[in-house]
């Protein structure tokens, strides 16, 4: 059965090949045959001939026997008291020498110690306890002397600002006082007779006053125009009892028996019309015979007249060509009546400066020693054009405020290369602070910013960078970017923040403070860049720091 099983097996199988449809069928080809890899040849290994065999060790000899050391015989040291004076004066020199703080290979007091001479003071190789502490009282010495020196220039410091700033009150003082007086005198001419009363009672009672005898005058004027006439004698009284020297004592005698001719009379109202007439009349004699004039105009000089009468009776003569004229002006300009008068004919010699009126200046400087006509001179100067005499005085005046008055009026006559030249002279630092403000008055900004990078003197340095602050960013700005860069000083770059905050100079301020590593100067730098609100640059500064 198994073979006819097999044989119809068979059978089948060869139909199924046989038939069409399994001879489509592609074959699979044959894998190809996988090359036999050949064998590696073996590599023969070198056969290394056997080690020699080490020598052997000789032997070595037997250690001689050393014999005993002998015993050393008894000996006593010597006594070494007689060198104790010698060694005190060596520890003596050693503490003279030695203030150079303790250190290492050092020398103490001679005595027993590991290392070295002396006992070991502190760190290795250190100084004894004597050096050491003559050390450590050299060096509190010395830090008591440093400590000494800085509190003299403290105090040096401290004096020369208390100096500056009684300077600086006395000035203010006195400007008070003269501001007080001048509204008084505005007042006079406006006609307020009790406000002009009050501004001079301000006057007379002013601390160290200069003009009380002026304001008693115009005081008691003022109270009389208000019919206050026992008031207005004790003024006049007041005045001729305390200054019996005064340049105002023949006016005020005057100004007495005209207050007792009206004590009283109730008031007149012709007296007002009276001065306006005569004002009208004195602006018709400009245009008259001035011979005619003159002997009018120097009546209403020595009379009672208001201020107001007196300034344009003055203003007509300044004007005139008569000889007369020019006589009656200079006579008052020399102290011919009171010190208003005088400084008012003063003025108008100045405003009307030729040089015969400069030479008749010149000639009442020289002559008088009151101080305050000066002052009036060297303005009037300054008006006229007078630059020679001006520069003289400036140089050769003995008195500091006139000289630094002086100097002053050098800036409105445009004197720059003198007043530089003057400036690298001049030893004064309240000269040179004078002359920095001239500059500054002239428009002097290349001089002003060789000041400040140049001078020595830190608050020279600091007054010319705050003059350049003020003199606008075009011309200055950059220059007080370069002067920050190069500065150590802080206080001088505080200057500079403030100039270029007062230039409103953000793109600088900006710059600056990029650069800045001191923490407090940068805050001062975004404080100031704060106000300024209406800058792009400063807001856009202050938005990029807030996003960080």
Known sequence: MSVVKNVGRALIMSAILSSPAFAQVPRVPEAPMVPVVPRVPEVPMPVFPPMPMMPMMPVMPAMPVIPPMPMLPDFELPDLSALEPMLADLDSMLTRIAPIGHGPAGFGPIGPGPVGFGPIGPGPMGFGPKIAGAFDEQRSRDDEQRQREDEARQRADEEKQRAEEAKQREAERRQRIDESYLRGQESLERRAWARAADSFTRVIEAENSTRVDAALYWKAYALDKLNQQADALVAVQDLIKRYPQSRWIADAKALELQVRQNAGQSPRPQDQSDEELKLLAIQGLQQADPEQAVPMLEKILQGTASPELKARALFVLAQSNSPRARQVLTAVAKGGSNP?????????????????????????????????????????????????????????????????????????????????????????????????????????????????????????????????????????????????????????????????????????????????????LKREMVSKLSLMTKSKVAMDYLMEILNK
């Not at 006509?373 to 100067?381: C, E, G, H, Q, V």
């Open 340 to 520: 208003d008068v005088q400084r008012r004919a003063i003025q108008y010699l100045g405003q009307h400066g030729s040089s015969e009126n400069r030479a008749i200046l010149a000639e009442i400087y020289a002559s008088t020693s009151d101080v305050d006509i000066k002052r009036a001179i060297l303005r009037s100067f300054m008006v006229s054009g007078d630059k020679a005499r001006m520069l003289s005085l400036a140089a050769t005046e003995k008195n500091p405020d006139l000289r630094q008055e002086a100097v002053r009026q050098l800036g409105p006559m445009g004197a720059r290369e003198e007043l530089w030249q003057m400036y690298q002279k001049e030893s004064s630092v309240d000269v040179k602070r004078q002359i920095l403000g001239a500059l500054f008055v002239s428009g002097d900004s290349a001089h002003l910013i060789d000041v400040a990078n140049t001078e020595q003197n830190v608050d020279l340095r600091r007054r010319a960078i705050q003059h350049l602050g003020t003199m606008g960013r075009t011309s200055t700005g950059e220059a007080l970017v370069g002067i920050y860069a190069k500065e150590k000083d802080v206080d001088v770059k505080r200057s500079v923040i403030n100039g270029l905050f007062v230039q409103n100079n953000a793109e600088s301020l900006v710059a600056i403070a990029r650069k800045e590593t001191d923490p407090a």
